[in-house]
């Protein structure tokens, strides 16, 4: 691999479109699927091949089929247990914690499951929505929410995109006064809730019962939290960081700027939303997205 540090980096929900999973169909690494779809009792499987959009939207769908489409994808770059560092949005944290070693397939298909059922709960109570802001800068961010009550940050992606949340009311007046606060334009997400903002509260509760019958390791590769940004080492640390991940924002860039310069990041995972974030926060790292079975000839050999 060029570069000194070998990095692994996985999508969150919102990555998937019909179909995503069918170039994967009749590859070994489609095995790893069909495993987490046994411990959830779920057809991940016959989802990404073949679900509806309105199956694939669905949060307690979403997380699981994304998680583990992307750790299939994993499992065919056979970069694992080569990887020094991993990091994840949103959802994909859990992914990564499971490439890093910090938690086993099993427990991680069990918090995910978890996780998504808590947060489409908690998204029934107090239904909201997310909006990415195109332009503007953190500090226009917190202007906006000074500006408009109920308007929260959810994920700060780097350079000119920020993600807002909050109730329908104030994602609509944060669209029509997008350009009045400084930025170029508002784009509504098709998600199921207000992700990383109050509104999650309630899922908070309902998520600790799983949070405290997982086991959580030391892991192989370093783990950056979304929350701070930080790298964290000691596994006991990682139930509060999952806690408050759920209703506050994530930090994409900050974990971005936590990896080596000169690293190489492989984005395993539908879509190549993480490469492109990347590749506007920082200009000293190389990154390859792997998300279909004819990129894995991108991959450089192995030195």
């Given at each position: 691999m060029a570069g000194n540090d070998l990095v692994v980096a996985f999508p969150g929900q919102g990555s998937l479109r019909v179909g995503v999973g069918a170039p994967w169909r009749?590859?070994?690494?489609?095995?790893?699927?069909?495993?987490?779809?046994?411990?959830?009792?779920?057809?991940?499987?016959?989802?990404?091949?073949?679900?509806?959009?309105?199956?694939?939207?669905?949060?307690?769908?979403?997380?699981?089929?994304?998680?583990?489409?992307?750790?299939?994808?994993?499992?065919?770059?056979?970069?694992?247990?080569?990887?020094?560092?991993?990091?994840?949005?949103?959802?994909?944290?859990?992914?990564?914690?499971?490439?890093?070693?910090?938690?086993?397939?099993?427990?991680?298909?069990?918090?995910?499951?978890?996780?998504?059922?808590?947060?489409?709960?908690?998204?029934?109570?107090?239904?909201?929505?997310?909006?990415?802001?195109?332009?503007?800068?953190?500090?226009?961010?917190?202007?906006?929410?000074?500006?408009?009550?109920?308007?929260?940050?959810?994920?700060?992606?780097?350079?000119?995109?920020?993600?807002?949340?909050?109730?329908?009311?104030?994602?609509n007046e944060f669209t029509e006064r997008a350009k009045e606060l400084g930025f170029r334009r508002a784009i509504p997400l098709k998600v199921g809730g207000a992700f990383h903002t109050e509104l999650m509260a309630p899922a908070v509760d309902a998520f600790g019962p799983a949070l405290e019958a997982a086991c959580f390791h030391e892991g192989h590769a370093r783990v950056v939290a979304n929350v701070d940004g930080a790298v964290h080492r000691d596994p006991a640390d990682w139930p509060t960081l999952l806690r408050r991940q759920l209703t506050e924002p994530v930090r994409f860039d900050e974990c971005v700027w936590a990896l080596p310069a000169g690293s190489t990041v492989v984005e395993c995972g539908p879509g190549q939303v993480l490469q492109g974030l990347i590749r506007r926060i920082r200009e000293d790292v190389e990154v390859i997205s792997v998300g279909e079975p004819d990129d894995l000839a991108d991959l450089p050999a192995s030195s």
């Open positions: 009749g590859h070994p690494a489609f095995g790893v699927i069909d495993q987490i779809a046994e411990v959830s009792e779920l057809s991940i499987g016959e989802l990404l091949v073949s679900g509806a959009e309105s199956e694939l939207v669905s949060t307690d769908n979403a997380q699981l089929a994304t998680y583990a489409l992307s750790l299939c994808i994993l499992e065919a770059t056979g970069l694992a247990t080569r990887a020094e560092y991993a990091l994840g949005h949103s959802l994909g944290e859990y992914t990564a914690l499971v490439s890093a070693g910090v938690l086993d397939r099993s427990d991680g298909t069990m918090l995910v499951a978890a996780r998504g059922r808590a947060m489409q709960a908690a998204a029934a109570v107090r239904p909201g929505g997310l909006v990415a802001a195109i332009g503007g800068d953190a500090g226009l961010a917190d202007k906006a929410c000074e500006s408009i009550l109920g308007l929260s940050v959810a994920n700060y992606n780097g350079p000119g995109q920020i993600v807002f949340g909050g109730a329908a009311s104030v994602l």
